[in-house]
């Protein structure tokens, strides 16, 4: 009896350390994915929904109204530009690579979420033959 009781509080008490270590888990999870880049490959879902019907699925964009996304120095360049870019829209003339475009870039600020525009932005950063670094949640959300 004493010994099956033992195993009892036992096995309570390692159950509870368990559900400890696992919310401990959750939590260090969801902080390494606020402040690491994003997924490229949830990015890649993302990107053919809401992008690609602009900037085309080989990111080349369409002449003469939304430029190219692959090779693209803002695209590759401080991350901070287009997150600005993709959360508040743009609207007017961009010359990339000597072409100018027109068309208008819609603000996806609301439409889609913090993790979704970190995703879709470190797709369009790794994607194409561009090399740049992943962007975080963390990243997204300090810019408005």
């Excluded at 390692?14 to 969801?30: E, F, H, N, V």
């Excluded at 690491?36 to 002449?63: E, L």
């Excluded at 879709?120 to 950063?125: C, L």
């Amino acid at each position: 009896m004493k010994y099956a009781l033992a195993v009892l509080v036992a096995t309570v008490v390692l159950a509870g350390c368990a559900k400890g270590a696992q919310s401990s888990a959750a939590a260090s999870a969801s902080a390494a994915a606020a402040n690491n880049p994003a997924s490229a490959s949830d990015g890649g879902a993302v990107y053919i929904a809401n992008c690609s019907s602009c900037h085309q699925t080989n990111g080349q964009g369409t002449p003469g109204a939304f430029p190219p996304l692959a090779g693209n120095p803002v695209v590759t360049g401080n991350p901070i530009a287009t997150i600005l870019i993709v959360k508040n829209g743009l609207d007017g003339r961009v010359v990339v690579h000597g072409h100018a475009y027109s068309g208008i870039m819609p603000r996806w600020k609301g439409v889609l979420s913090d993790e979704q525009i970190a995703s879709v932005i470190t797709y369009i950063r790794s994607s194409w033959k561009n090399n740049a670094s992943g962007v975080s949640v963390s990243q997204v959300q300090a810019v408005k």
